[in-house]
């Protein structure tokens, strides 16, 4: 039965959104728990979490940084975890992967190619900065390359593997998809494949509908029956691409690291707000959400008793 069901997951935070652009946006250990568990409430049976400095807003990475909000979810809820190893494009990937190294999770997030990682559009809206690290942050994004090399990925995986941490493999494109393959057959990896395909960051495949079929098709060939296909689009895409794959069968990922946004011209005042909205695409369809269990029954998973936190 778990196997027809839909896993939302929501990404709650993230590295590329800032303080100013939205008051809603979780900053503080309190604001990101509080948050994740507000969406797993709404039918989030993942959350994806990231740290950010509670006076700046800014992404911080230590493991420390997550321990707080971490164990509040825990005690509060059975909801999947995911710590991301994508991190912030501006840190290396020894960094990256150490809060998952230390806390094994059940999910881990991880980036499967080097990718131009455009995020300078964001600065056109005129705005009052809070922090002078948002808009400098957002003008470096000109020259800036997201590494994630055969090299960098080999050592999350070697990494990350003894822990029994799954991963959320984010495919910006079709090459990602073939790096994917390429350490599936090596045997780094193992089935069933959870496959986030992500569309409309500038540097990565487009948000086209024939976007989104060209990475399913492209999928379908490599993996076969050997991979779990969910979705996350950026901005105003969101809601659309969910809708789309919900329909064909796919998983969906939303929540205010991918779009601040509930509408056009409303910003989403919680995660909870796209959780709903995003089940009620889903559900409206026919399709059922998956409870957390069944997540991990569908990918998988070590189980919530075997992390470190």
């Not at 950010?52 to 420390?64: A, L, Y």
């Not at 089935?191 to 399913?216: E, N, R, S, W, Y």
Request: hydrophobic letters at 40%; a negative charge; charged letters at 20%.
């Amino acid at each position: 039965m778990a196997a027809h069901k839909v896993i939302i997951s929501c990404a709650v935070t993230g590295s590329i959104h800032t303080p100013s652009m939205s008051p809603y946006l979780p900053v503080t250990p309190a604001q990101i728990a509080e948050s994740a568990l507000g969406a797993a409430e709404a039918g989030a049976a993942i959350v994806h979490l990231h740290a950010r400095d509670p006076q700046t807003g800014r992404p911080v990475h230590e493991p420390q940084d997550f321990e707080p909000f971490l164990r509040v979810i825990k005690q509060s809820s059975d909801v999947v975890v995911n710590i991301t190893t994508g991190a912030s494009p501006y840190m290396p990937v020894e960094y990256r992967v150490k809060p998952a190294e230390t806390w094994q999770p059940e999910v881990a997030s991880l980036n499967m190619g080097s990718m131009n990682f455009g995020l300078f559009p964001m600065l056109k809206k005129d705005r009052e900065w809070k922090h002078a690290w948002e808009p400098e942050m957002l003008e470096a994004s000109h020259d800036l390359v997201f590494r994630n090399s055969f090299k960098d990925i080999r050592y999350a995986l070697d990494t990350l593997n003894k822990t029994g941490t799954r991963y959320e493999f984010e495919c910006y494109d079709t090459a990602h998809l073939y790096n994917l393959h390429y350490f599936w057959k090596e045997g780094l990896v193992q089935a069933p494949l959870f496959i986030q395909t992500c569309f409309g960051l500038l540097g990565g495949i487009g948000a086209h509908p024939d976007d989104v079929m060209h990475m399913k098709r492209t999928a379908d060939r490599l993996f076969g029956d050997n991979y779990r296909w969910s979705v996350l689009a950026a901005g105003a895409s969101q809601m659309p691409v969910a809708a789309m794959a919900a329909s064909m069968g796919g998983h969906v990922r939303v929540g205010l690291e991918d779009s601040l946004w509930l509408g056009k011209g409303q910003l989403a005042e919680t995660n909870a707000a796209q959780v709903r909205k995003v089940r009620q695409i889903i559900e409206g369809l026919g399709h059922e959400i998956a409870t957390p269990d069944e997540a991990r029954e569908i990918l998988s998973l070590k189980g919530g008793d075997k992390v470190a936190f």
